[in-house]
């Protein structure tokens, strides 16, 4: 199997979103309401999408690879 480089932007990227998981414990109820907190508080700087909200018929099945 082939190593994949390094990339050291994708590697602090994945740092940053460690040490904001380990605030809240890695719960992901906590971290969905801080995500969620951030966007109500900066929405003004999301990019929306042009087609507005994506019903749930519109969504994919998460399913795990391996």
Do not use: C, N
């Not at 199997?1 to 998981?21: A, G, T, W």
């Not at 801080?34 to 018929?57: A, C, H, N």
């Amino acid at each position: 199997m082939k190593q994949i480089e390094s990339d050291p932007v994708i590697d602090e990227v994945r740092e940053v979103r460690h040490r904001i998981s380990a605030r809240f414990d890695h719960d992901p109820h906590r971290l969905v309401a801080y995500y969620m907190e951030l966007q109500k508080q900066f929405g003004d700087r999301l990019i929306r999408s042009p087609r507005g909200t994506v019903e749930p018929s519109e969504t994919r099945e998460w399913v795990p690879r391996g």
